[in-house]
């Protein structure tokens, strides 16, 4: 298996612009995790899936930032427009039924907002 | 409502020495615990993580775990670590019947020649 799937790796926008975050899952993983980690406030869950289906959003933090799950096999994260405080990394993880289940995290998204 | 506690921020350790990283959780409910590693500029994977059965768990690069249920406490142990061993280290928590994994702030294990 190829793990999680995250793109791009790096993305250096300025601000004000649309910044468009890309996961694809494991096969046959039915939740769905998007994190930001920050030096200052560590690893955040900003929203999560199941069955495509958004279960908790309580962690977006501005309503700039929506999370969009279309299919198994693909989820966005989508900022707009984007802040320098913004500026973080962004992992995907993903998981199988059942909180006994460890989750698979991407390699991340290292976001740069000028 | 779960949280998780790791008690040392940073951790500096001479190569060839014991090291523990301290976790303490609060749940209301039965949990399952985890043990997250960071390397540099990579996604956390997992180290080991307690379902059920015995206390002490052992997971991979020579990392081992005790559920203490009385001490809410999950502290993870290696007996000698190595340079490679520097990395960030995640406690987390998962209730029983709940999909939402709880992670500790981390502590950053720093390993010197």
């Known amino acids: 298996d190829a793990g999680v799937i995250q793109s791009p790796r790096h993305e250096v926008t300025e601000m004000g612009q649309e910044v468009t975050l890309r996961c694809k899952p494991i096969?046959?993983?039915?939740?769905l995790f998007w994190y930001r980690q920050t030096m200052m406030r560590g690893l955040e869950l900003l929203i999560y899936?199941?069955?495509?289906?958004?279960?908790?959003d309580s962690g977006m933090p501005e309503d700039r930032f929506s999370a969009k799950m279309p299919n198994a096999s693909f989820s966005t994260l989508k900022i707009q427009p984007s802040e320098p405080r913004d500026s973080a990394v962004y992992f995907c993880?993903?998981?199988?039924?059942?909180?006994?289940?460890?989750?698979?995290f991407g390699p991340g998204t290292r976001l740069t907002v000028l | 409502a779960q949280s998780v506690t790791q008690l040392d921020s940073q951790v500096p350790v001479f190569e060839e020495a014991p090291v523990e990283l301290r976790c303490n959780y609060s749940?209301?409910?039965?949990?399952?615990l985890f043990w997250y590693v960071q390397y540099p500029n990579q996604g956390l994977q997992l180290l080991l993580k307690?379902?059920?059965?015995?206390?002490l768990v052992k997971g991979i690069n020579g990392f081992e775990a005790e559920f203490n249920k009385s001490q809410t406490s999950f502290h993870l142990r290696k007996p000698s670590v190595h340079i490679s061993d520097t990395a960030e280290y995640f406690c987390?928590?998962?209730?029983?019947?709940?999909?939402?994994?709880?992670f500790g702030a981390g502590t950053r294990l720093f390993v010197k020649a």
């Open positions: 749940s209301s409910v039965s949990v399952y």
């Open positions: 096969s046959g993983h039915d939740y």
């Open positions: 307690y379902l059920s059965g015995s206390t």
């Open positions: 993880a993903s998981s199988r039924t059942g909180g006994y289940n460890e989750q698979f």
């Open positions: 987390a928590v998962s209730g029983a019947g709940g999909f939402k994994t709880i």
């Open positions: 899936f199941n069955n495509n289906v958004p279960i908790d």
